[in-house]
């Protein structure tokens, strides 16, 4: 079984900036994939970025690109997500995700809150 615990959420005014940490822990893949993803009140759940075990490759949504940075560090089994710029639109609960590397992301975290005040 594998865990994830996020930390790092709070309230922001727009314009600031939060860092998101998710760090894993139990019977994780080697080469594993993490990502974060995001859920904001009466919305589905949504992709924000993913980063290989390498961190050679990242991808970001199309809405936090530019102003969202995601990296890890393997020795911690920790992924982060700097949110810069934010904007009440970000408002939304923040969850960690894992998984082997083309196996989808079968192990989530419990998620933390991020909200943006205007």
């Known amino acids: 079984q594998v865990q994830l615990v996020e930390s790092g959420g709070g309230l922001v005014q727009a314009g600031g900036s939060l860092r998101l940490s998710c760090a894993a822990s139990?019977?994780?893949?080697?080469?594993?994939?993490m990502g974060w993803y995001r859920q904001a009140p009466g919305k589905e759940r949504e992709f924000v970025s993913s980063?290989?075990?390498?961190?050679?490759?990242?991808y970001y949504a199309d809405s936090v690109k530019g102003r969202f940075i995601i990296s890890r560090d393997n020795a911690k089994n920790t992924v982060y997500l700097q949110m810069n710029s934010l904007k009440p639109e970000d408002t939304a609960v923040y969850y960690c995700?894992?998984?082997?590397?083309?196996?989808?992301?079968?192990?989530w975290g419990q998620g933390t809150q991020v909200t943006v005040s205007s």
């Open positions: 995700a894992t998984g082997p590397l083309g196996g989808g992301f079968p192990y």
């Open positions: 139990g019977r994780t893949s080697s080469r594993n994939t």
């Open positions: 980063i290989t075990w390498s961190g050679a490759t990242t």
